[in-house]
């Protein structure tokens, strides 16, 4: 639970305007191939912002290792998945977090507006890379969490080069499923894509690699 030096929280979530636009383009070329790259999703102050919030929360010992599989059958596999990670709310958040669920509430309504699927929440968690981690080829919907219908993973890094590796690897073309197209993890850069749709996965990073990961989720049963 996040509280600042006055012990205030939460963080009002707003819906600006500048994010607004930046939702249209989006929205019409999800619609149109079902994922997205859009760079500058979040302005370079907020990527430091949640960056720094994340490595100290982390350093703290707010992190930890990701699973695979829901419940009782969750297990941790470091030959599958190497990431730490931290929830998002639904508790108090820091301004920065406030500002980029803002921004993803914004979207959260563009997409409804315009493609009619019903999203109702976002569940997300940072996440980092060790050096030496990766996350081996998967889809983000799998039994147990059939409402993720939207993914979302924003990159925090400050730099970022094809020899730190880490790259997302999203298998786009259903007529070739072995045809990757390589994402670097630019501070910024927003991907979204729909999650039953694109087989994706994480590349060995060299570098520790900073992140934000959701989904936008709607109801169960709702098709
Ligand atoms: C995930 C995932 C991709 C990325 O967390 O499910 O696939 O680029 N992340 O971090
Ligand atoms: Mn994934």
Redo the contacts with the bound molecule.
């Keep these: 639970m996040y509280m600042n030096a006055k012990g205030e929280g939460p963080a009002v979530i707003q819906d600006t305007a500048e994010a607004q636009d930046c939702c249209d383009g989006l929205v019409r070329s999800l619609a149109e191939t079902g994922w997205c790259l859009t760079d500058g999703f979040l302005p370079p102050d907020l990527v430091a912002a949640l960056r720094g919030e994340a490595l100290e929360l982390r350093r703290s010992g707010g992190f930890h290792r ?1 699973g695979i599989g829901r419940g009782q059958g969750l297990q941790i596999r470091g030959d599958i ?1 190497g ?1 730490e990670v931290l929830w998002l709310g639904p508790g108090a958040c820091s301004p920065a977090q406030g500002d980029f669920l803002g921004r993803i509430e914004a979207l959260r309504q563009a997409i409804n507006r315009d493609l009619y699927l019903g999203l109702f929440e976002f569940e997300g968690h940072l ?1 980092v ?1 060790p050096p030496g981690t990766f ?1 081996q080829r ?1 889809l ?1 919907r799998f039994r147990g969490v059939e409402a993720r219908t939207v ?1 979302c ?1 924003c ?1 925090l890094n400050d730099t970022w080069e094809a020899a730190d590796g880490g790259q ?1 690897r999203i298998y786009a073309d259903p007529a070739d499923p072995q045809a990757g197209t390589d ?1 670097l ?1 630019l501070g910024g850069r927003l ?1 979204t894509f729909l999650s039953a749709d694109y087989p ?3 590349l060995p990073a060299r570098r520790e ?1 900073v ?1 934000v ?1 959701g989904w936008l989720k709607r109801r169960p049963g709702s098709d």
Excluded: M, N, Q
Aim: glycine share 0%.
């Design positions: 990701a998945r990431d996440a890379y996350y998967h983000d993914t993973v990159y997302l994402v993890p991907v994706h996965e994480v690699r992140s990961t």
